[in-house]
């Protein structure tokens, strides 16, 4: 209990929390964009008659491969 106590590990506790979400943000905002350009450039596709050809490399922030024949 007396390691809580201590003034520069609770700080550093609240910069690796800050650190931790930040980056779940940017992670989530990342992949929520990409998968909004993935539908956007899929109908595009479908509107001009193409064919849709989609590579998901990262399940995680939706890192994709697009093309449209």
Partial sequence: MALLK?????GI???LATLLLVA??????TGYFNTKEISLLTSQCY???????????????SE????CK
């Fill in 13 to 15: 506790m609240w910069i």
């Fill in 24 to 29: 779940s943000f940017l992670l989530i905002s």
């Fill in 64 to 67: 994709y491969s697009f093309k």
């Fill in 6 to 10: 201590n003034k520069y590990v609770i």
């Fill in 47 to 61: 509107e001009n008659s193409g064919e849709v050809i989609i590579e998901i490399h990262n399940n995680l922030t």
